[in-house]
């Protein structure tokens, strides 16, 4: 009532007498205070808020209060630490946090909050509040606006492999899918969204259009005649549906019925451009209904008079009806407004100009299509398989006395011990095949690029290598940069073959195969084992949320481990941005009581947490995957802290058996190093390749295509002997089988960890 009057001095006593009758609420105290602030009595203000505090430190609503207040006055810094004091705090729900980071993200004075410290306060949330699903969902907004698209994807599956029920992820999920290009994604995420929104029409659409990207018309048929089911009050979704629908059945030779679906579009909506232009054209090539499709391609162009598609099927259908001074001047106008014209619109050209009676005018246009084609073909060519002379699906290969084998991985920056043993395993298996007469006959090239690990270094590494002539490319050595490749590998039908890239996506075309354990499989081998050989039944996870490999492995680690009555007391995730201060992960899971720590991470983050928990006491067991292999050769890491560590791993230097002693022997002695479980699966690459072409009788004067459907062929026929397993085989969907080895380190070591080992 009283500051309805403007009267500050009454309510601020009618405050104070509220806070001497309640002195622990502290809600009375900001009352006051914001009282103060509203009446610019800023000093009072924050002697109250700075009291509130000095009881209750960790009072978040109080330090958003003061972060927004020091925002303000533009005192930046004290704005920060107050923002970071309030995210952390457990007084204040995560919904609030939430809300309150996107408030800063909207705020239109963007000098403020920069986005370095918009991606800190996310980080902050992640670290400590990582099992909660709204901050997973915030976290994949934040990745998916840094153009992290695949870091987003893993996020959103994380949230729905706990929580189903969430459409609006579903939908995220699926767009991001869209957005990626990626088909598979789109397919099967749209049909698992159908099983828990079956009244929902885009899970529908978008697997329906995942089937037709493949060709798959036939299949995506029903999936659009479901969703018009589901758009009777939604017309402008119909009016897609029924398109998606009338170029399935074009598609089919169903061309009467998809004809049908036309109509049906455009009586929702008379002027969708696409559909006007596709039905006008596809009437012309059929000489049917000349007149409707010449009224629909002149309403196309009237909507986009620039558009050379357009232009091109109007001039076309004039064609067809005989109007040959007007299909002239608007197939020219097409190849005017073109930047790049294509033989197509050339040809066009040429035909209308012969029924115009200008017959040479008519050869000239003719040859320049033909130029023009050849031309696109020699391009894609290169393309496809390099200024080589390789022709990629359609030709020989440029020297048909030598088999190119490429490989790439990181031989610079953090991951370079990786690609290295990758680069080194394959030089010498090379090396062993040339000397001892080769595959068929043939030697063998090999070429390595560095990627650094990264996704786009690893697609121009790809490309470079095309450019030599590659006609196989072992890699990529890890799981991000290999799920980029595979996408150009598949669309050229390169055969591939990666030695060490886990995540289920790396190889998710029938051109792919893998040598190691894929990261579900690691996670679930984890599980068994530390449950088998009774190792512990608490259980904590510290994981890379930002890695596919990482979340890959606990996602499938979590949910065996619950199936085998494993305790998972905590799963405390780090992100790439935040990965050196592990304390707070550490202590959630030495005050959860784990007994053992599982890590499905890379060495160099493990050796950190291994030191950091060494410094407060904290000695679980710990238990880790292939990532592992490396550790005891990190520069200034102290061996003795990794003392009983134990991880998965398919080779182990140490092993006893003829074959691979001969191999860290040669190693050695080529390379001056111990080779690691990347060196191995690697040099075993190279030895399956040799096999699975021998077994098709595979030849290099044979095109990159053919190469790459013969070794399809062949690896779903051999059984291999090699150093990473024995009787290994794989499915056509390119996954291996075979069993892995646990290994433990014992004094600066790694030695084979037997079940009765494990157990003691």
């Not at 290009?181 to 099967?188: A, V």
């Not at 939604?234 to 998809?258: G, H, T, W």
């Not at 979590?558 to 995730?573: I, N, R, S, Y």
């Amino acid at each position: 009532m009283y500051t309805k009057l403007d009267d500050v001095k009454k309510a601020s006593n009618e405050l104070l007498k509220l806070i001497r009758k309640f002195p622990d609420k502290s809600e009375y105290l900001s009352l006051l205070a914001e009282l103060y602030f509203n009446y610019n009595q800023d000093k009072k203000g924050l002697q109250i808020l700075d009291r509130i505090l000095k009881a209750e430190p960790d009072n978040g609503f109080v330090h958003f209060y003061l972060a927004d207040y020091y925002r303000s006055k533009k005192e930046l810094k004290e704005a920060d630490r107050h923002t970071k004091e309030a995210l952390v705090s457990d007084k204040i729900e995560n919904g609030y946090k939430i809300q309150y980071i996107l408030k800063l993200i909207l705020n239109p004075d963007t000098t403020l909050t920069s986005d370095s410290q918009l991606d800190n306060y996310m980080n902050l949330l992640m670290q400590k509040y990582s099992d909660d699903l709204s901050v997973r969902a915030l976290h994949s907004d934040f990745l998916k606006k840094d153009h992290k698209l695949a870091e987003a994807r893993n996020e959103l599956e994380y949230i729905l492999s706990k929580d189903k029920n969430n459409y609006l992820i579903w939908e995220e999920l699926l767009l991001m899918c869209n957005e990626m290009g990626d088909t598979t994604c789109m397919y099967r995420h749209g049909i698992e969204a159908i099983k828990y929104f079956p009244e929902q029409p885009l899970p529908y659409a978008l697997s329906g259009i995942a089937l037709m990207m493949q060709k798959q018309f036939a299949e995506a048929l029903p999936l659009f005649e479901k969703g018009v089911e589901l758009t009777d009050d939604k017309p402008e979704l119909r009016s897609q549906f029924y398109s998606y629908l009338a170029d399935c059945y074009y598609n089919l030779d169903s061309v009467e019925r998809a004809f049908k679906m036309f109509d049906e579009v455009l009586k929702i909506n008379p002027n969708d451009i696409l559909v006007l232009n596709n039905y006008a054209y596809y009437l012309s090539l059929r000489n049917e209904r000349l007149a409707l499709a010449e009224k629909m391609s002149s309403q196309a162009v009237a909507m986009e008079s620039d558009n050379a598609t357009y232009l091109d099927t109007y001039a076309w259908v004039l064609y067809k009806r005989g109007e040959y001074s007007q299909a002239r001047y608007y197939i020219k106008l097409a190849i005017e407004k073109d930047k790049d014209p294509s033989g197509v619109l050339y040809e066009h050209y040429g035909d209308i100009l012969y029924r115009s009676g200008e017959h040479q005018e008519a050869l000239k246009m003719w040859k320049k299509a033909a130029s023009v084609m050849l031309a696109s073909a020699m391009v894609f060519s290169l393309a496809a398989c390099g200024s080589s002379g390789d022709s990629g699906k359609s030709g020989g290969s440029s020297n048909s006395d030598t088999f190119k084998i490429g490989g790439i991985g990181p031989t610079t920056g953090d991951a370079a011990i990786y690609g290295t043993a990758v680069k080194n395993g394959i030089q010498l298996a090379v090396d062993e095949i040339n000397a001892a007469g080769g595959i068929n006959g043939k030697q063998i090239e090999y070429k390595f690029e560095d990627d650094q690990a990264d996704s786009e270094k690893s697609v121009n590494a790809y490309n470079t290598l095309k450019d030599w002539g590659m006609q196989a490319l072992i890699g990529t050595t890890t799981s991000t940069p290999c799920t980029a490749v595979v996408e150009e590998t598949h669309s050229d039908n390169m055969f591939q073959l990666t030695p060490s890239a886990t995540a289920v996506d790396s190889i998710q075309y029938d051109n792919a195969f893998r040598m190691c354990f894929s990261d579900p499989n690691q996670g679930s081998a984890s599980a068994d084992y530390i449950a088998e050989n009774k190792l512990a039944t608490k259980v904590a996870i510290i994981y890379n949320s930002s890695d596919t490999y990482s979340s890959g492995i606990y996602q499938t680690f979590a949910t065996e481990a619950k199936a085998k009555g494993l305790d998972v007391v905590a799963a405390e995730a780090f992100t790439a941005d935040n990965k050196t201060d592990f304390s707070v992960q550490i202590q959630k899971a030495k005050d959860a009581g784990a007994e053992l720590v599982f890590l499905p991470i890379y060495y160099q983050e493990a050796s950190l947490i291994l030191a950091q928990a060494n410094k407060v006491g904290f000695t679980p067991k710990w238990f880790g995957c292939d990532g592992m292999d490396g550790i005891l050769d990190l520069d200034g890491f102290d061996a003795s802290l990794a003392e009983d560590l134990m991880f998965l791993t398919p080779f182990t230097a140490n092993a006893t058996d003829e074959a691979t002693q001969k191999f860290v022997a040669d190693y050695k002695e080529a390379f001056g190093d111990t080779p690691i479980q990347f060196a191995a699966d690697a040099y075993d690459c190279v030895y399956v390749i040799k096999a699975a072409a021998e077994k098709e009788d595979v030849t290099p004067d044979k095109s990159v295509s053919d190469i790459c459907d013969a070794l399809k062929k062949g690896m779903t026929e051999i059984t291999y002997d090699g150093l990473t397993g024995k009787s290994i085989t794989w499915s056509e969907d390119g996954e291996p089988t075979k069993e892995p080895t646990v290994v433990v380190v014992k004094s600066g070591e790694y030695q084979v960890l037997q079940a009765e080992d494990a157990a003691e």
